[in-house]
């Protein structure tokens, strides 16, 4: 086997090269383009609002707070509150506190009519969490104030997963050629062209990184992908998906320095143990800016994460470098001694793949309706059948691989030259398969998981009351949420003067009863978080009209008592 015959192959390499990497973007932008239409979804969801959405008070209130299910953080600017007149009437710069919007407010020029709260919040796994909503003092206006568009613009929209799949690109096309050219390469082949791979995916990696971070403006200002502010940066650089995105960049110069003994067959153990672990540090930079980052169990979530990203990696990056080099070049018998032993890397690949994305998927989907009833989980269902396809091609390749390994046959016997182009041709497959699952995993982390959405679904379903009730020496404003059978309905109380500042109690109770059944009254011991705010759980064993009783003494002297019916069914 002369290195003559091997001559016109750089040449073809290259080609095949550009081939691979437009081949990688375009099917990203298919699979992008092909994902779901709608904006981005919030990734938290509103639990609870004081007042509560559409209630008419008698007073006017001199905070408005809004809880989610999940910690976030304020965009500098996008929380206000406007009187029934259209001005706006924070008396202060909102606040958050964890899971908790506050924003303080001063009485109205012309307090009577509807009020409009609108907000926009950073979620913690770094999604937008935009809304408004309406409540009313003494009576509706015929003509509430109109509330800010806060939907992502559509450029936006598009170009945030298109950042997320430049950077899965660049990890395939970093890893895969990486690990076959320091432990598996041919002698007698040349480098080239696997080393402008690994270069491509590092480039990828970097413009991926950079361009997520300038999208990320607009994702949570709601502007326009080129309608970006200094201030905005600083402010996306100054978050925990800045910071992440920020040692990403760093990770990927460190490696771009240390990888080209490794390119050229001969990095020493040192080298190789620095570049596995800023790799894996690497890697973790993408859980720590999505999903995981508010996970229920972040420390699982984003294990899971790095070890499904690098199996996916290892896999598709080896498919396309195989696909683009040996595969076309090598001879037969350095195939017979490469591809068995890749073939044993991708079945140890597959099934960490398989193990990441399964606990991943346990942990975001939640109960298992959200797996058909959302989004998330209609994307993890097709995100599985493209995998299952992907097995069936890479089980035929094996096949294929053992044959040529052993001399036994396969599939049937065939010449030399045409069972490598029938190898190639179902490798290939897998990796058009593979680059079509990245696509789907780009459009999955903008897609609000299923323990979230089961949770904006639980609340949409179910009942909330709140009334305010008034006394001589107090007014009292409280919501239950949920209204339903059973011990846990959440009770938020607060308490103002007649004319609505917050006012102090000393103590409070919280009674229930169901006279039309014969139950007599229990109480219900009420905690007080704040000096006028108290919060309780109620107990409705069985349905009907209760009647609840709110006794709260201000003073050692001063106390009243106000009463309410909710009917549970």
Known sequence: MGRSRLQPVPLARLTVLGRGVLAVLLFGAVAVLLGPARPAAAHAAVVGTVPQQQAVLGFSPTEVTITFSEPVTLVPGRAQVLAPDGKRINSAEATVRDATLRIPIRV???????????????????????????????????????????????????????????GYAGLVLLIGPTLLLGLLWPRRLPRRGAVRLVRAGLLLVAAGTLAGFWAQAPYTSGAGLLDVSGPELRQVLDSDFGLALAARLGIVALVAALLPPVLAGRAGRVRAGLLVALGLAGLATWPLAGHAAASPTPLASGIAGVVHLAAMSVWLGGLVTLVCFPLRAAHPRVLAVVLPVWSRWASIAVLWLVAGGLVQAVIEIGAPGALFGTGYGRLVLAKVALLALLLGAAGYARRLVRGRATGTPGPPPDSTRTARRRLRRTVG?????????????????????????????????????????????????????????????????????????????????????????????????????????????????????????????????????????????
């Open 429 to 569: 497959l897998e990796v058009l398969v593979g680059l079509v699952v990245l696509g789907v995993s780009a459009v999955l982390v903008q897609t609000t998981p299923g323990r979230n959405a089961g949770i904006e679904a639980e609340i949409a379903a179910s009942d909330t009351f709140a009334q305010t009730l008034s006394s001589p020496l107090y007014t009292l404003q409280f919501d239950i949420y949920p209204v339903q059978l059973g011990p846990n309905n959440t009770v938020h109380a607060y308490v103002y003067t007649p004319d609505g500042k917050p006012l102090p109690a000393v103590e409070w109770t919280l009674t229930a009863a169901l006279p039309a059944q014969g139950v007599e009254p229990t109480d219900t011991p009420m905690l007080g978080i704040e000096p006028h705010h108290a919060v309780g759980a109620v107990s409705f064993p069985i349905p009907g009209d209760w009647e609840l009783r709110f006794t709260v003494r201000t003073s050692e002297i001063d106390q009243a008592t106000v009463r309410t019916v909710v009917r549970v069914r």
């Open 108 to 166: 109205a020029d012309r307090p009577l009519g509807t009020y409009l709260v609108s907000y926009r919040v950073i979620s913690a796994d770094s999604h937008p969490v935009a809304g408004s909503y309406t409540f009313a003092v003494g009576a509706a206006s015929a003509t509430p104030p109109e509330p800010a568009d806060e939907t992502v613009r559509p450029d936006v929209r598009l170009a945030v997963p298109a950042t997320r799949y430049l």
